[in-house]
């Protein structure tokens, strides 16, 4: 009987988690649908303000016409690392963190050496893990909670503000791309300086015979700063859906484990159950036919 008991005590214990983890699965998949549809709608507006961006800035004279394209050595660097503030969502976060540390160790060693990396981490499990091995510039968890377009304009305006002061050098973004729910992609994407417009392999690099209302100056000083906050968004909006979706994949498959392992229990618990009834009715005949006797 007491081999019943403790399957007893299993059963239930994994009965409980199974309730958990659907419930956890029915949450982020609402959550999920919303986050699906925000990127989907923001994406093709965002990559298409980006390609204009940098089809303008193919226009401008010179550097001074636009410093948040000026191309120089990265002494001073900043990451960008967007986690999430929970687990239970598989790798998304350790994917984040490790792909964090690589680029560090293998782009930016030098830098690192110096003195000279800065985090910025967006998610408080990336801020956990990340800041206890890199210096941190800031970081901000209710974001994710709540993504509100003027805190991340915030932050983009501040690392622009130092960018043109040439207080930083480079500005760059690891995060996790959406593709589905079941997949993200982990991207590391140049933020700051705008990297130039690539040109398919072949194609003649045209000249861009743009007519400016209002100047140059003046389009450069106001629409590139917008994109670029515009970008941030992205990428945080983008890193949210993914852990949406990874967590209702997660939770899925921690359903369907915990369905699998009840079954399992289940059935070793009838068969310790019909064993022990067959003992005691073994138990019950022979003493029948000892008194008998």
Known sequence: ????????????????????????????????????????????????????????????????????????????????????????????????????????????????????????????KGRDTLGKSYPMMHSNETLLDKPEFAEVAAIAEDLMDKFAKKEIDRVEVVYNQFVNAATQRVTVEQFLPVAPQQKAEGQSRMKNDFIFEPSKEELFKTLTPRILKLQLFKMLIDSIASEHGARMTSMSKATDNANEMLKELRLKYNNARQSSITNELIEIVSGADALNN
């Open 1 to 124: 009987m007491g081999n019943l008991k403790e399957i007893r005590t299993r059963i239930s214990s994994i009965e409980s988690t199974e309730k958990i983890t659907s419930a956890m699965k029915l949450v982020s998949a609402a959550k999920f649908r919303r986050s699906q549809q925000a990127i989907i709608a923001l994406r093709p507006y965002s990559n298409k303000l980006s390609e204009i961006m940098r089809s303008i800035g193919d226009a401008a004279d010179s550097v001074e016409d636009m410093p948040l394209f000026a191309q120089r050595d990265p002494e001073k660097v900043v990451i960008i690392a967007i986690t999430s503030n929970k687990g239970l969502c598989g790798s998304f976060n350790s994917s984040i963190v490790k792909e964090t540390n690589r680029l560090i160790q293998d782009r930016y060693a030098k830098q690192m050496q110096e003195g000279q990396v800065q985090l910025v981490c967006l998610g408080k």
